[in-house]
């Protein structure tokens, strides 16, 4: 029992490092990872991470732009033909690192053909969805948007649109069925870590309402009011000062920076944030909800599991694991 245990947490542990490889890989802005020594984060990375003015979330490496030339008229119904006739690809070993991808179903090519040089920049170029896996552990589920050009005959021009696809429309629950099936092919349970982009603006969002409304009832997260009535009860504001530093990038009052110590005291809130934030209805977090909705259960949080720099902006590193029974 031990043993199994103890294989079993390996693995898991390999599979957030095969994240945190595959993030720092990614297209995030910066790539550098944070060294969890003496400090999270320097001063000039603490500002509030908006990257335009009309969303507050994180630039999602889950969402580049992809084009797909097309005759027809850009609707959604072409969209959902993109993505309905779409077919699944995967490569990589069987059960060790592979990568689920979903390809337009005009494009005919074998993704494990290493002889073909331009064969990885075909695939980023066309690629609707991915998602990866490691053994019987699944992440990194992401979408891109589908951008289709109408050519107008009459005078040569042409019109582009983008839709952004969300993880359940845009073809990763396709690419999921089938890594759940790989990863319990040999008796293992599939497990999947999701990634929470957009934490921090959530929580930093609960806070400012409550704090303008100066009145604690008007607080949207039932996991922070707790942590609230738990500061009024023993006077200790050490979890919400620490939570709140997390969450806006700004240090605590007497500290320079939101460093190792402000993680540690925000541990138990934040992870408590992050599990409310993960089962939010209205899907907050897609790729929880995704794992969620293909009947994976919220197990626990995974504190610290991804130090990317902009991931710990974004959700303050941290990541959710589901187990599908």
Same mark, same amino acid.
């Given at each position: 029992?031990?043993l199994?245990s103890s294989?079993?947490?390996?693995?898991?542990?390999q599979?957030?490092?095969?994240?945190?490889q595959?993030?720092?890989?990614s297209?995030?802005?910066n790539?550098?990872?944070?060294?969890?020594s003496?400090?999270?984060?320097?001063?000039?990375?603490?500002?509030?991470y908006n990257?335009?003015?009309?969303?507050?979330?994180?630039?999602r490496?889950?969402?580049?732009?992809?084009t797909?030339?097309?005759?027809?008229?850009?609707?959604?119904?072409?969209?959902?033909?993109?993505?309905?006739?779409?077919?699944?690809?995967?490569r990589g070993?069987?059960?060790?690192?592979?990568?689920y991808?979903?390809?337009?179903?005009?494009l005919?090519?074998?993704?494990?053909?290493?002889?073909?040089?331009?064969l990885e920049?075909?695939?980023?170029?066309?690629?609707?969805?991915?998602?990866r896996a490691?053994?019987?552990?699944?992440?990194?589920?992401?979408?891109y948007?589908?951008?289709?050009?109408?050519?107008?005959?009459?005078?040569?021009?042409?019109?582009?649109?983008?839709?952004?696809?969300?993880?359940?429309?845009?073809?990763?629950?396709?690419?999921?069925?089938?890594?759940?099936n790989?990863? /319990?092919?040999?008796g293992?349970?599939?497990?999947?870590? !999701? &990634? @929470? =982009?957009?934490? *921090?603006?959530?929580?930093? %969002?609960c806070?400012?309402?409550?704090?303008?409304?100066r009145?604690?009832?008007?607080?949207?997260?039932?996991a922070?009011?707790?942590?609230?009535?738990?500061?009024?009860?023993?006077?200790?504001?050490?979890?919400?000062?620490?939570?709140?530093a997390i969450?806006?990038?700004?240090?605590?009052?007497?500290h320079?920076v939101?460093?190792?110590?402000?993680?540690?005291?925000g541990?138990?809130?934040?992870?408590?944030?992050?599990t409310?934030? /993960?089962?939010?209805?209205?899907?907050?977090?897609?790729e !929880? &909800? @995704? =794992?969620?909705? *293909?009947?994976?259960?919220? %197990?626990?949080?995974?504190?610290?599991?991804?130090r990317?720099?902009?991931?710990?902006?974004?959700?303050?590193?941290?990541m959710?694991?589901?187990?599908?029974?």
């Open positions: 029992m031990l199994m294989i079993r947490k390996r693995a898991a542990t599979a957030v490092l095969q994240y945190r595959y993030a720092s890989q297209s995030h802005p790539k550098q990872q944070y060294r969890l003496n400090k999270i984060t320097k001063t000039p990375l603490l500002q509030k990257p335009n003015a009309s969303s507050s979330h994180p630039p490496s889950s969402y580049t732009t992809r797909l030339s097309s005759t027809t008229t850009t609707t959604e119904s072409s969209q959902k033909n993109i993505m309905k006739n779409a077919k699944v690809h995967i070993e069987k059960y060790g690192s592979r990568e991808i979903l390809l337009p179903s005009n005919t090519i074998d993704v494990n053909d290493d002889s073909d040089a331009s920049s075909t695939i980023q170029a066309s690629k609707l969805a991915s998602l490691h053994r019987n552990i699944i992440f990194g589920a992401r979408v948007n589908v951008t289709t050009t109408d050519a107008d005959d009459e005078d040569d021009s042409t019109t582009t649109m983008t839709t952004p696809l969300n993880l359940m429309t845009g073809g990763c629950k396709r690419l999921l069925n089938v890594a759940l790989d990863a /319990a092919e040999y293992e349970q599939p497990q999947a870590i !999701a &990634a @929470l =982009y957009g934490l *921090c603006d959530w929580v930093s %969002t806070i400012h309402e409550m704090e303008r409304e009145n604690a009832d008007q607080c949207s997260s039932e922070l009011l707790h942590i609230i009535q738990e500061q009024e009860k023993t006077g200790d504001s050490t979890t919400y000062e620490a939570i709140k969450a806006t990038g700004i240090p605590r009052p007497g320079s939101v460093g190792v110590g402000t993680f540690r005291d541990q138990k809130g934040w992870e408590t944030l992050a409310e934030y /993960a089962m939010t209805q209205d899907g907050l977090a897609q !929880a &909800a @995704l =794992y969620r909705m *293909c009947g994976g259960e919220l %197990t626990n949080v995974e504190h610290l599991a991804d990317s720099e902009d991931y710990i902006r974004s959700a303050g590193g941290a959710v694991r589901f187990y599908f029974l």
